[in-house]
């Protein structure tokens, strides 16, 4: 089945700089790949995603890159705000013999400092 | 659209007893999944289910049970509660693996 591995697990980074986290995963059938948001006491949300046929994909301030060769995809988010304090999620789902299953990384919690 | 719904938003349960957490959907989405996330970690899966009356085990079934005989709802039972099943339960749904998953707001269950 899938195994998708996250990085770092925990990032603090001052406002206005940049972060950064990375995923890794097994399954080279997987072909949609989401990030998702989730700030303290609420439910994961999606903010991105990207599929196999494109390699970057932007939405103001944030993108997400992939590479398929590699099997790793990332985050990345530009100009960072108090707001974009949460934890991040990515995940990517298997459609295959091993089931239909979508699984996600381990997270990534930010804090960002004013 | 209501999206996902679960009951109940918080339970507090003495070990040994059962209780079923309920799930719906009304988004007419294939794909439903239940995950637990325990505090400061991520979300692993319990079960899912890709059609009605069709379920499978995720990484962590163990002392729980699902059905899917409706496509709207997909319940999660636990039996024999165990404090190790302290957790927040997040339920699920996507139309394909290869979209957008909706999450319900989360069931907080304590188990003493």
């Known amino acids: 089945g899938e195994n998708v591995e996250q990085h770092p697990s925990t990032l603090s980074v001052q406002e206005g700089d940049s972060a950064v986290i990375k995923c890794t995963y097994s399954?080279?059938?997987?072909?949609?790949f989401p990030w998702y948001k989730q700030e303290l006491g609420k439910r994961p949300q999606l903010i991105i995603d990207i599929r196999s046929n494109v390699g970057e994909k932007k939405d103001q301030r944030i993108a997400v890159t992939l590479n398929k060769t590699a099997k790793h995809f990332s985050l990345h988010i530009t100009e960072t705000q108090p707001e974009d304090s949460a934890v991040y999620f990515c995940?990517?789902?298997?459609?295959?013999?091993?089931?239909?299953?979508?699984?996600f990384g381990g997270g990534t919690r930010v804090l960002v400092k004013p | 659209n209501a999206g996902v719904t679960q009951t109940p938003k918080f339970r507090i349960l003495k070990i040994g007893q059962s209780m079923t957490l309920q799930c719906a959907q009304d988004m007419n989405h294939n794909y439903m999944y239940w995950y637990r996330q325990d505090p400061g970690m991520g979300l692993k899966l319990i079960y899912y289910s890709v059609g009605a009356g069709i379920t499978d085990k995720g990484e962590v079934p163990n002392g729980y049970n699902v059905s899917r005989s409706t496509t709207e709802d997909f319940p999660l039972r636990l039996e024999l509660a165990a404090p190790s099943q302290t957790s927040v339960y997040f339920c699920?749904?996507?139309?394909?693996?290869?979209?957008?998953?909706?999450f319900g707001q989360g069931t907080r269950l304590t188990v003493v």
């Open positions: 399954d080279s059938a997987s072909n949609y």
């Open positions: 995940a990517a789902p298997s459609d295959s013999a091993a089931g239909n299953k979508l699984t």
């Open positions: 699920a749904s996507s139309y394909l693996t290869g979209t957008e998953a909706f």
